[in-house]
T-cell receptor
Framework: DVKVTQSSRYLVKRTGEKVFLECVQD?????MFWYRQDPGLGLRLIYF???????EKGDIPEGYSVSREKKERFSLILESASTNQTSMYLC?????????????FGEGSWLTVV | AQSVTQPDIHITVSEGASLELRCNYS??????LFWYVQSPGQGLQLLLK??????LVQGIKGFEAEFKRSQSSFNLRKPSVHWSDAAEYFC???????????FGSGTRLLVRP
């Protein structure tokens, strides 16, 4: 089975801190994604990456950056955390083939910024 | 722009009753459609997906969904709900850029004993 692992499940950070959320997948997937989930808003795409060192902005990239130095790892960075970034963050990955494939999600990282 | 609407924020059904969760999408071409389920504190699990072919799609856990192009809908159904089905359900469509999903706001299902 594909496994997408988000190492930090629950974090509490102070306003202004730099925050790293790590995601690792074990199936050699090219595409990786970071979503943010908020009640009543569903999931919104922050950034995605289709290859090592490649990234593209999603729908809500402001206040975030990403890093993909290795194929299996995709990190989300909050340069200066703010209270409005308190949310659930979900990492996902999928393979690139000619046929659409399933996107696999991690279990989520709950971030509280105080 | 593509969008997904789930008009019901909450739905409560009795255990054993049938279930239908509504999903409407906006997309110009043939859509790729998905239903995901999220149990409390967990990530999303794929229930089923529609790419082409038969418009009635079978998924895991006894769920099915029907694609209706004329109504721009992809409603999720289950004939008999179990207490373990209580969760949040998300409908999604693949956007213009490959592999990126656009999600609805979700429907929370509560199951009455």
């Amino acid at each position: 089975d594909v496994k997408v692992t988000q190492s930090s499940r629950y974090l509490v950070k102070r306003t202004g801190e730099k925050v790293f959320l790590e995601c690792v997948q074990d199936m050699d997937h090219e595409n990786m994604f970071w979503y943010r989930q908020d009640p009543g808003l569903g999931l919104r795409l922050i950034y995605f990456s289709y290859d090592v060192k490649m990234k593209e902005k999603g729908d809500i990239p402001e206040g975030y950056s990403v890093s993909r130095e290795k194929k299996e790892r995709f990190s989300l960075i909050l340069e200066s955390a703010s209270t409005n970034q308190t949310s659930m963050y979900l990492c996902a990955s999928t393979i690139t083939t000619g046929e659409r494939n399933t996107i696999y999600f991690g279990e989520g990282s709950w971030l509280t910024v105080v | 722009a593509q969008s997904v609407t789930q008009p019901d924020i909450h739905i409560t059904v009795s255990e054993g009753a049938s279930l239908e969760l509504r999903c409407n999408y906006s997309y110009g071409a043939t859509p790729y459609l998905f239903w995901y389920v999220q149990s409390p504190g967990q990530g999303l699990q794929l229930l089923l997906k529609y790419f082409s072919g038969d418009t009635l799609v079978q998924g895991i856990k006894g769920f099915e969904a029907e694609f209706k192009r004329s109504q721009s809908s992809f409603n999720l159904r289950k004939p008999s709900v179990h207490w373990s089905d209580a969760a949040e359900y998300f409908c999604a469509v693949e956007g213009d850029s490959s592999y990126k999903l656009i999600f609805g706001s979700g429907t929370r299902l509560l199951v009455r004993p």
